[in-house]
């Protein structure tokens, strides 16, 4: 099948004409899904602005949370989801992924959760308690973002452990799955960082959810050919041990000129063409 996907479009910090999206003539005219891969806005009502309009343009829209949604909610992460997962509900063809939701269309189940982030991916160089002070310091998130009683290593936990358990129960369905990420799920796309071998890549910590490698564990059977994911505004495309990891983050308007100009990716689950 086809799909679109795109993440970290960040509506609130666009200006002009690129704030308000024109999806209709951004969609790939053969794709049926759109992936929303998290980072949508700061602001919900942005976030549902972006639904109602694409939801009205797809056969079914499936989206993640990232970071970002919680900068301006002033509740704890938890009653966040619950949020989300009250204005997916809004929309018959609306799905939020957030570890226990999937949608499946024809024979391709799409599954996914934020994902959040473990402070583990520069181990042994630094350690977590490296890396977690480094993001106290360093990241915006520990004061924009109410974690409540689970910190975001918890979390990242906990979103592998409920990935990880239905990519086993969906083993023996005679189905392909596409994973959505928020956060990078791969210790081997480390390769982005702008802080490579620098003082800074101590931060990498905060990007990457080292215990999904708990997820490609339990699909025994090869059933995940493709994994979205977003958060670092990196635009990749690449194959590891026969998965397709793809980020199409449009980023901030500050960052275009250097990224060069965005368009949605279409992804064909049976050709794993990129266009």
């Not at 966040?80 to 018959?92: D, G, H, Q, R």
């Not at 992924?97 to 799409?110: D, K, P």
């Not at 409540?148 to 392909?176: F, I, S």
């Not at 910590?205 to 090869?222: F, H, L, Q, S």
Request: hydrophobic share 35%; with cysteine; proline share 3%.
């Amino acid at each position: 099948m086809k799909y679109d996907v795109a993440s970290d479009i960040h509506t609130d910090l666009w200006t002009g004409r690129a704030k308000h999206m024109n999806w209709a003539s951004l969609k790939s005219p053969d794709s049926n899904v759109l992936v929303l891969a998290g980072d949508t806005s700061n602001y919900l009502e942005e976030v549902e602005v972006v639904l109602n309009d694409t939801s009205a343009i797809y056969n079914h829209v499936v989206f993640t949370d990232g970071n970002h949604e919680g900068y301006f909610f002033r509740e704890t992460v938890d009653e966040l989801e619950s949020y989300l997962a009250t204005l997916a509900n809004k929309f018959p063809n609306v799905t939020y992924l957030n570890g226990t939701n999937i949608f499946r269309y024809e024979n391709t189940v799409f599954i996914g959760a934020n994902g959040w982030y473990d402070f583990r991916v520069s181990e042994p160089k630094y350690s977590f308690d490296q890396a977690k002070q480094a993001w106290a310091r360093g990241s915006n998130d520990p004061a924009r973002i109410n974690f409540g009683a689970l910190a975001p290593e918890v979390r990242a936990e906990r979103h592998a452990t409920l990935l990880a358990d239905q990519v086993a129960k969906l083993q023996n369905c005679g189905v392909e799955l596409v994973v959505t990420t928020h956060t990078i799920p791969n210790r081997r796309l480390a390769e982005w960082s702008k802080y490579t071998n620098t003082p800074g890549a101590v931060l990498d910590g905060a990007y990457y959810n080292t215990e999904m490698d708990r997820v490609r564990a339990a699909d025994v059977g090869g059933l995940i050919k493709v994994w979205n994911y977003g958060h670092t505004h990196q635009r990749f495309d690449r194959w590891i041990d026969g998965i397709r990891y793809v980020n199409n983050s449009r980023g901030y308007e500050v960052e275009s000129r250097e990224h060069g100009r965005w368009f949605l990716a279409q992804i064909n689950t049976e050709d794993q063409s990129y266009g």
